[in-house]
């Protein structure tokens, strides 16, 4: 495929600045870019690159004011580059339609219109599989489960009984949704299990990384909201309620009752205890641990977290105390000087 750069600006909506018929044919990475492809630059650490970069072009800010003699200027370098990767390199097409031989589904099932079923899959009694739905190989599907349209389901996931999955879901392989939770009760004589019969709700466009885990609710649901997308390894407890159009980076554990509202930014490697309350717009940087409640808008950061710059400023503290200790000593053997003096 080629593309002249005045096509993909208006593909992007964007602004050329350069020459507008010069032929692009593939995209690249800033670094690794060879001439004939196009690039982006929206992370200012890579900024570096731009001098050496053997690119044909580059999609930056529609503020950027450095030079390169091809130029896309937009709005949003990121959305831009995803549409452009998109048009350079599509992606594989969904199976045709059908529903393999191998695949054991209940007589009560609901099937809906052009949907695959892959090799090995099981659909269980009372499940409803909505219009245009891909579950590939090896896939459970429990009893009463409700799958949307137009979700796709990758190999090797497991949807326990009775769970609901909205539609233009991607749940990635080896997830498992509706496992039971960590409920459990001390007893005199060892630990009792305590009955999980709550369900987990998923929304719409909610995209799900592969080895996830989102465990039922004990009584209520466990809920995933609208647009929200989870990264791999990603842990959600019971009765968990996470709002719309959050992100949540790899290795996240969310312990039970918490509730996350909208936008909320999660970095990889953070703990979130039970029964708290994350307001909306929080962003939390990696492997930090929260432990109480947080209002909406603010960024965290450290272990336990707090407030990203006051974080800031005491881990600054702790890294001079060496420095601070060594002065500490030099006032004290001037101190006892003096007191020998006298």
Known sequence: ???????????????????????????????????????????????????????????????????????????????????????FRPELPLPTPMIHSTAVIAKDAKIGSDVYIGPFVVVESGAEIGDRVTIMGNCYIGQYVIIGSETVIFSNVSIYHKCVIGQKVRIHSGVVIGSDGFGFVRVENGIEKIPQAGRVVIHDEVEIGANSTIDRGTIGDTVIGRGTKLDNLVQIAHNVRIGEYCFFAAQVGIAGSTIIEDQVSVGGQVGIAGHLHIGSGVMIAAQSGVTKDVPAGIFLFGSPAQERLKAAQELAHIRSLPEIKERLKKVEMELQKRKNIG
């Open 1 to 87: 495929m080629q593309l002249t750069l005045g096509q993909i600006a208006r593909l992007v909506d964007g602004a050329v600045k350069g020459d507008e018929n010069v032929l692009i044919n593939d995209v690249a990475e800033i670094q690794h870019a060879q001439s004939g492809t196009i690039t982006f630059l929206a992370n200012p650490k890579y900024g570096k690159y731009l001098a050496s970069t053997l690119a044909t072009a580059v999609i930056v800010d529609e503020n950027f004011n450095g030079n390169f003699p091809n130029l896309i200027l937009v709005k949003n370098p990121n959305l831009a580059f995803s549409i452009v990767l998109a048009r």
